[in-house]
């Protein structure tokens, strides 16, 4: 693909997604900044070439947020530029790689040490409000704090999207040499508000909710879901000897799906995908299931008559998507 070019430097960075620094670079000298979904995270790329001209990128998206600012309209790259340019980034993508790395240990401390302190079993004589919202029990690995506990040990302006009261805690983990760690933590309000620890691991990590794996029974199965709510929906109906877990977003499907493989290697994995508009939990679904063997995809299908029921139930026009709306409206119809 032709990457596009720009007579306005400005142009070019809002092409690429990125936030314009205060001046251009200059030849042969390369940028880090801030990208407009994220900030703080400095996620994009300049590269300063001859003739005045910037190559811009962003690694949110390396392949489809290049672009290059030039007053030539034609400009074509020089072998040397290319294979300088290919040095430059590759330098500053391992100082970033480094920095992630060092910001995502002290998450893993900080998540662990906060569950440590703060947390508590979750009071089931007191069912949670997001859990009653859901239709769902809750499970041993689900904790619980409140939002005081969160503002004094977090800090007030971590987060302003989680209103007051109780919150869930959902331990977000990864495997180490076989042994399951606290890498980051999910934080849900009594509201269905969400927030995941700033920084902290997101690829391949997931929520374990239940382990009942029993080699002397048949059938074992990985069961995994994006969500906690869609993955209680199916399992807390559907009793089945494994692991159930939820890998928190379509994206990390197939990383999560590969960790979990290679801990299990002989499991099948079922996978609920959700039924999205824009077709994305499929699609993370799909990647899944290509990347690993005895892999299969259930997905719930709405009727007109579902949608509209739906609707009804939650005063909305928001449409169903997953298996947490599709046991909602089975429910209400039974």
């Known amino acids: 693909m ?9 142009e070019a960075c809002r092409y690429s997604g990125i936030i314009a620094p205060d001046y251009v670079p200059s030849f042969g000298e390369s940028l880090r900044v801030g990208t407009e979904k994220h900030p703080r995270n400095k996620n994009g790329f300049l590269y300063g070439l001859a003739d005045n001209a910037v190559f811009v990128a962003n690694w949110e998206d390396w392949e489809g947020l290049k672009s290059v600012y030039s007053d030539k309209a034609d400009r074509k790259f020089t072998p040397q530029e290319l294979v300088s340019l290919k040095k430059a980034a590759q330098t500053l993508r391992e100082e970033r790689e480094k920095e992630s790395a060092k910001v995502q240990w002290q998450v893993a401390i900080h998540a662990q040490e906060f569950i440590r302190t703060q947390c508590k079993s979750l009071d089931t004589a007191r069912l949670h409000s997001y ?4 239709q769902i029990q809750p499970v041993p690995t689900i904790l619980e704090t409140t939002g005081e506990q969160f503002n004094q040990t977090l800090g007030r302006d971590v987060c302003q999207r989680l209103k007051e009261g109780r919150y ?5 983990v990864q495997s180490f040499h076989g042994n399951e760690k ?3 933590i999910q934080f849900i309000d009594e509201y269905g508000g969400k927030f995941f620890l700033k920084g902290g691991r997101t690829k391949g990590s997931y929520w374990l909710a239940t382990n009942s794996l029993n080699p002397n029974k048949s059938k074992p199965l990985i069961v995994m879901a994006e969500g906690v709510a869609t993955l209680l929906s199916v399992i807390q109906r559907q009793p089945f000897n494994g692991l159930a877990v939820a890998g928190m977003n379509c994206t990390n499907l197939e990383k999560v799906a590969l960790s979990l493989h290679y801990q299990y290697p002989n499991l099948p994995m079922l996978i609920l995908a959700d039924n999205d508009k824009s077709g994305a939990g499929m699609k993370g679904a799909e990647k899944a299931r290509k990347a690993v063997r005895h892999c299969f995809i259930k997905m719930p299908q ?8 739906f609707k009804s139930i939650t005063s909305t026009d928001k449409e169903p998507t997953d298996w947490n709306d599709y046991y909602k409206i089975k ?3 039974f």
Request: overall charge positive.
């Open 131 to 134: 859990l009653l919202s859901k």
């Open 302 to 309: 709405f009727s007109a008559e579902d949608i509209e029921a």
């Open 331 to 333: 429910s209400r119809r």
């Open 2 to 10: 032709a990457i596009p070019i720009f007579k306005t430097f400005g």
């Open 182 to 184: 606290v890498v980051s």
């Open 168 to 172: 869930l805690v959902i331990p977000l």
